[in-house]
């Protein structure tokens, strides 16, 4: 059955998101309903309002949320009513050349559910009945979201849904670009260029893979003091130098063997770049606009060995990567309370995402009653 929902909703680019009464269809064959308990605010969905992300409106925004499945579509086996989920922003048909060699953030066929669901058919619409766009076939800032089961991660049901939410992006983001792309080896020397919800995470993975200094950048002092307590052991306001790579050098005696960053600019990564030690490499983490480039002077990268990688959702697997993230929450080992600043009820999303525009918050959640 239909069911109705609040949403919250880009109608045109450059606007504040509005928050509508949308209907959410039913589930067809390969796909379940959820009910959303919490959803995070994130710098993407940021990016979708102002065109960076060209997700075309209206879009029903949310990509990074959990919730409890509510029914099932025809031929799901592996869901049932009841099961606790994470949404998966990246969708994967564990068929393609990419899949099948343990890249499945590379799949083929992800463009499929780009601002849809995998068969181009729309779930969402609006009071009017007009079709609404979805996130990267999720659509998870709303009361209810009809998604692909290719875009779900079955999670035990032991896990407070508020802060489980966030490893469906930031988390899995930042740690996973330490763990599964750089494969930091212990007793490296990092840096994080932008320390927001991602760039913390990126400090706590480099904490976890036993880094030996983990340097945080970024403008705002607040989030700096924020990175000490996920892990970094020393910080430079980018506000504060004339020249960022230098500071970074000083600091560490000579650069970085791994700088990550979560940013988004070319510039930056340009920076980035130009802190490494011989033999380092910056792990392009952030998503910059179409028209960002990146300059490096071509003769150090084989004379010194350097590189630039990108890391697309942290080269995740997440039907393994999910649950590990999780257990090591639950451990103690991974941080995720101390990452949700402030919670929002829906009506309150518009605030939502002027704090995050803003930089006040580590990460904003919504929490769906």
């Known amino acids: 059955m239909s069911r109705t929902a609040k949403a919250v909703v880009c109608r045109e680019l450059n606007a504040p998101v509005q928050v509508e009464e949308i209907r959410v269809d039913p589930p067809r064959r390969g796909e379940i309903t959820i009910k959303l308990a919490a959803c995070g605010v994130c710098h993407s969905d940021l990016s979708a309002t102002n065109g960076t992300l060209p997700l075309p409106p209206p879009l029903v925004l949310g990509h990074e949320g959990a919730g409890t499945v509510v029914e099932v579509g025809e031929g799901v086996s592996d869901f049932a009513v009841g099961d606790a989920v994470l949404s998966s922003f990246v969708y994967m048909c564990g068929k393609c050349r990419n899949c099948v060699r343990g890249r499945p953030v590379l799949c083929e066929q992800a463009g499929k559910a780009f601002y849809h669901l995998p068969d181009g058919t729309v779930r969402s619409h609006d009071a009017e009945g007009h079709p609404l766009n979805v996130f990267c076939g999720c659509g998870v800032m709303a009361e209810y979201a009809t998604i692909h089961t290719d875009n779900?991660?079955?999670?035990?049901?032991?896990?407070?849904?508020?802060?489980?939410?966030?490893?469906?992006?930031?988390?899995?983001?930042g740690v996973g670009a330490v763990m599964n792309t750089a494969k930091l080896v212990p007793g490296s020397k990092a840096a994080v260029f932008g320390v927001g919800g991602v760039g913390l995470n990126a400090v706590q993975g480099c904490q976890m893979a036993g880094a030996d200094m983990i340097v945080a950048v970024d403008t705002n002092d607040n989030k700096l003091a924020m990175a000490r307590e996920f892990g970094?052991?020393?910080?430079?306001?980018?506000?504060?130098?004339?020249?960022?790579?230098?500071?970074?050098?000083?600091?560490?005696?000579g650069g970085v063997d791994y700088a990550f960053e979560c940013v988004g600019a070319g510039a930056t990564v340009t920076?980035?770049?130009?802190?490494?030690?011989?033999?380092?490499e910056v792990i392009v983490v952030g998503v910059a606009g179409g028209k960002e480039e990146t300059t490096v002077k071509t003769v150090t990268l084989p004379m010194e060995e350097r590189a630039i990688r990108g890391s697309w959702y942290g080269s995740a697997q997440p039907q393994y990567d999910f649950p590990r993230i999780l257990n090591l929450y639950q451990r103690g080992r991974i941080k995720l309370d101390e990452l949700v600043t402030r919670t929002y009820s829906i009506d309150e999303a518009p605030q939502a995402f002027a704090d995050l525009e803003s930089g006040a918050n580590a990460r904003g959640v919504i929490v769906f009653d």
């Open 271 to 280: 920076q980035a770049y130009n802190a490494l030690a011989k033999g380092g």
């Open 232 to 253: 970094a052991t020393d910080t430079v306001n980018v506000k504060s130098v004339d020249d960022v790579a230098k500071a970074v050098k000083k600091l560490t005696g």
């Open 152 to 173: 779900a991660v079955k999670i035990g049901k032991d896990v407070p849904l508020d802060k489980a939410a966030l490893v469906g992006c930031a988390v899995m983001t």
